[in-house]
């Protein structure tokens, strides 16, 4: 069974830019979660959707950043305009319902110069 | 609110030696436990799991008993392999909650 895939592996990018990553969950998965994860402050919990709905942003850093879930196939994390400190390791992950665990995609390694 | 507290890292054992990873928690009610690995370069798999207390959950050789008691979930190996290294997670889930609340991780070396 394919996992959660999420592209691009890695981006470099300038300050500015606009960044934009995606995710594929587990088909048959509802619920779909955005990670980020540096050195300094561990793993962070970003948005979280369920049923393509999002449930809590509370994480998201601040309005630069953006997610969206317009299908139940399909996720994208957005940053505009994106800054040095917004590097980082995003990962995606699902979950069905229930008490199951969650399955991470292998994450998009983010590097804005 | 909930959180999971880990043993401070890095950890550095050689082959073969016993791995104690500390993993306490403080939560409501009756959450379930996660041990959660990331090897280099990946993202989070789940390592082992367990339910309700005095469960034991194990995979790979890993181990870890829900302690209700203690509020604890330690990762035990008898006898670690170079192939272990890696990043170790513990995390909660709260039932009829979806997100998990993760530790900050651990990062294991072990030396030949």
């Known amino acids: 069974d394919a996992g959660v895939i999420q592209s691009p592996r890695h981006e470099v990018t300038e300050m500015g830019q606009e960044v934009t990553l995606r995710c594929k969950p587990i088909?048959?998965?509802?619920?779909l979660f955005w990670y980020r994860q540096t050195m300094m402050r561990g793993l962070e919990l970003l948005i979280y959707?369920?049923?393509?709905?999002?449930?809590?942003d509370s994480g998201m850093p601040e309005d630069r950043f953006s997610a969206k879930m317009p299908n139940a196939s399909f996720s994208t994390l957005k940053i505009q305009p994106s800054e040095p400190r917004d590097s980082a390791v995003y990962f995606c992950?699902?979950?069905?319902?229930?008490?199951?665990?969650?399955?991470f995609g292998d994450g998009t390694r983010l590097s804005i110069l | 609110g909930d959180s999971v507290t880990q043993m401070e890292g890095p950890v550095t054992l050689s082959e073969e030696a016993f791995l104690t990873i500390n993993c306490t928690y403080t939560?409501?009610?009756?959450?379930?436990l996660f041990w959660y690995v990331q090897y280099p370069g990946e993202g989070l798999q789940l390592l082992l799991k367990?339910?309700?207390?005095?469960d034991k959950g194990s995979n790979k050789g890993f181990e870890a008993t829900y302690r209700k008691e203690t509020t604890s979930f330690h990762l035990e190996k008898g006898s670690v392999q170079v192939s272990d290294s890696a990043v170790y997670f513990c995390a909660l889930h709260q039932r009829g909650a979806q997100k998990l609340v993760f530790g900050q991780g651990t990062r294991l070396t072990i030396n030949p």
């Open positions: 367990a339910t309700k207390a005095d």
């Open positions: 088909s048959g998965h509802n619920s």
């Open positions: 992950a699902s979950t069905g319902a229930g008490n199951q665990p969650q399955h």
């Open positions: 959707f369920n049923n393509n709905v999002p449930i809590d």
């Open positions: 939560a409501t009610g009756y959450p379930s």
